[in-house]
């Protein structure tokens, strides 16, 4: 329900209708509007481990510059999935700018995303020092974060938002070979 | 209004509220809701245009790398005028994924935006053809975006923001560089 209509149209009535609950289920489920809110950043953050790391054990091993490129682009396809995923995301980032509510665990689940792509930029170059791959990798996410929101918002194609990080993950490791 | 509460929260009564005046001529000048949206929009772009671009006519001439290192960090500045603009234009472009109302203006006003990037870009590398300036215009202000919203959201401090902007800088020139 987020992901289609956003975290300030939620409504906790709508949302119990939709489960075919009740409210007081909900409630105690999930405490207050906060716990829904914190429940669905760790259920998408959930699923988008599950779709950027799960791979046929029968296909052959990705080289470390495929795995970079696979997990980043992952999260650019036009699937009911990463559409809703990515959708939820910017919504709980843009309300965190109004609401600091959810602002840590943000914070949290933005850090482990950085990490996780600065240990893959690592695999690819491992000579260079930590900061440089972990700044290396706060760029490539918030630019993906940037590239998903023009994206949803009808900015551009999937195609093109794609090709553009690329280009990125390009530039960044050009970058770091010459650092 | 939009900056400090959101498009969602926005109600007309309010904003007639606000400015001291009846709806009734919130209405009469905006037309309606979306009036208002398209308003906030052109407003964010002029602002944006003059702090960007405002020099003092006695300082000595930018290089093109220094007009566009300045031009972009300009808008990451804590500053009022620049977090209440970024607020809004965060606002509009997660308000158009669920809204498809504003979409036209604003995939408009992005275009504008790559485009200035792109011409500031092909000044410092003349000799890159314009495709490759486009798609790196497109990245940098789709970084700006990304790092501005984790900025807003209190994510990650200003100094960061800027310092990860000028290494997206770069990393971007490098990569036109060797093209």
């Known amino acids: 329900m987020i992901a289609r209509r956003g975290v300030r149209g939620l409504r906790v009535e709508e949302l119990a209708a939709e489960a075919g609950v009740s409210t007081a289920l909900i409630y105690y489920h999930f405490k207050d509007r906060t716990g829904v809110l914190r429940q669905t950043l760790e259920f998408i953050n959930d699923r988008a481990e599950r779709y950027t790391t799960d791979r046929d054990p029968d296909d052959p091993p990705l080289t470390p510059r495929e795995e970079l490129e696979e997990t980043l682009l992952l999260e650019l396809q036009d699937t009911v999935e990463v559409r809703e995923n990515s959708s939820a995301w910017g919504e709980l980032r843009a309300s965190a700018v109004f609401d600091e509510v959810l602002r840590e665990d ?11 792509v600065a240990a893959l930029l690592g695999q690819v170059q491992p ?12 760029r490539l996410t918030a630019l993906l974060e940037g590239l998903s929101m023009r994206w949803l918002s009808g900015g551009i194609k999937i195609g093109h938002a794609r090709e553009l990080m690329r280009g990125a993950i390009d530039a960044e490791l050009s970058g770091l070979g010459q650092g």
Chains 1, 2 share one sequence.
């Open 106 to 116: 943000l914070a949290r689940a933005t850090l482990v995303w950085v990490q996780e």
């Open 127 to 138: 000579m260079v020092p930590a900061s440089a791959l972990a700044a290396a990798a706060e």
